[in-house]
């Protein structure tokens, strides 16, 4: 792909790797590098107070809080992050408890991905230094076929183009980012699956009216509730795609809630204003392979998962940790055999995840489709997650993603 505009009389200047976005995989790969010399600069088109306070996942899974730990880059998630070890289905008028950590030995850790963001920004421009541009426009890539590709972009402040040179280029820049336009359909072709449902993705003012992640399977359709914060509550309630959120009064939200989740012995649902209301259809895609020349994708730019089962973010940092090492082994060894394994290496975990998303969404959607047949089927899926150890622990450790 060609840029649309002449970048040659951008003024030119020269750092080994340039990341374009700054989300988790993006600062985490910025801040790995930092720490062991190695150059390079993070441009990232929002604010900064923009992506510190983005609405998106809030489940860690325990190995990556191990990850992070080893760079540094968890003081504060380990001593704020509230541990989750269970999880409890609603169906059919009762409550199931799912102890998913005694099988599988890990935990989840609650803390909402603006939080790590705004963590990972202070770590690597306040505290180690690091070169971070916001507000960048109009990013382009050129000559990333070859060994020397550069980056242009626009500066916010004086409207001038600027170019920089590298030796690489990292595309953590999400779904809606620049950098996958650069990859050749026909050399990286996307693949993907459309659930044909949809989630209303709810923040209330709200104390959490359970102690774990609950998730309700109704007819009417799925919903669920999982705690952000002691005042914050995340819900969501299963919609038709494309819905309009103006669709859902406050009153139409809490009384779907309230059918849908409520069974006898459990706790009502504490109700408090909505603070986001916003439809996610449901869908997933796999970009493969996961680069192009001099230029590698990391996270939502290279795959998506929907948050059926908290794996966006998760998957973004196990990219973050493999780019970082490669970069880091190429800068600094001229061995590039990791950033030629990257692709292949990040996909194994990516198609594992992206299997277990369809699995467990059958489980939650079947018995709201309308099909007798999907529900039944969906139905039994779950009495036997419950009764067999053997199906529970295979539950446990792709829900908590202990897949080496």
């Avoid at 590298?166 to 996958?180: N, Q």
Wanted: aromatic share 8%; proline share 7%.
């Amino acid at each position: 792909m060609n840029p649309a505009s002449p970048t040659s009389s951008a003024p030119a200047e020269r750092i080994p790797v340039v990341i374009v976005g700054a989300g988790p995989a993006g600062l985490t790969v910025a801040n790995i590098l930092r720490a062991a010399r190695v150059d390079c600069v993070v441009l990232e088109t929002e604010s900064r107070q923009f992506v510190e306070q983005r609405p998106r996942a809030g489940f860690i899974e325990e190995w990556a809080v191990r990850a992070l730990s080893r760079h540094g880059l968890a003081d504060r998630l380990v001593e704020r992050a509230r541990p989750h070890h269970e999880c409890e289905f609603r169906f059919a008028g009762e409550r199931h408890r799912f102890r998913y950590a005694e099988p599988a030995g890990d935990r989840h850790f609650v803390y909402p991905q603006p939080l790590l963001v705004t963590d990972l920004v202070r770590e690597y421009a306040d505290v180690r230094g690091g070169d971070i541009r916001f507000g960048v426009r109009d990013v382009e890539l050129t000559g990333i076929e070859g060994t020397e590709p550069s980056v242009s972009y626009t500066d916010p402040l004086t409207g001038a183009r600027r170019r920089v040179d590298c030796a690489v280029v990292a595309g953590c820049d999400g779904a809606r980012g620049v950098t996958r336009r650069y990859l050749p359909s026909e050399h990286a072709p996307v693949s993907r699956f459309e659930y044909g449902v949809g989630w209303l993705a709810l923040l209330a003012e709200a104390p959490p009216s359970s102690d774990c992640v609950v998730f309700g399977i109704h007819p009417r359709g799925f919903a669920a509730h999982m705690a952000r914060s002691p005042e914050v509550t995340r819900y969501y309630l299963e919609c038709p795609p494309g819905d309009d959120p103006e669709n859902w009064s406050h009153e139409r939200v809490w009384a779907e809630l309230h059918a849908r989740l409520a069974v006898p012995g459990a706790a009502p649902l504490t109700e408090g204003r909505l603070i986001e209301k916003r439809v996610l259809d449901m869908h997933n895609y796999v970009v493969e392979p996961m680069s192009y020349g001099r230029l590698y994708l990391a996270g939502d730019s290279a795959h998506l998962v929907a948050p059926i089962a908290a794996k966006g973010m998760n998957l973004a940092l196990h990219d973050a940790f493999l780019l970082a090492d490669a970069l880091i082994a190429f800068c600094g060894e001229g061995d590039d055999s990791g950033l030629r394994g990257y692709s292949a290496a990040c996909l194994r975990r990516v198609w594992e995840y992206q299997e277990f998303s369809r699995w467990f969404a059958e489980l939650l959607h079947g018995p709201s489709s309308g099909d007798p047949f999907r529900a039944g089927a969906a139905a039994a899926r779950l009495r036997r997650l419950l009764r067999s150890p053997a199906a529970g622990a295979a539950f446990a450790e792709s829900y908590i993603g202990a897949t080496p």
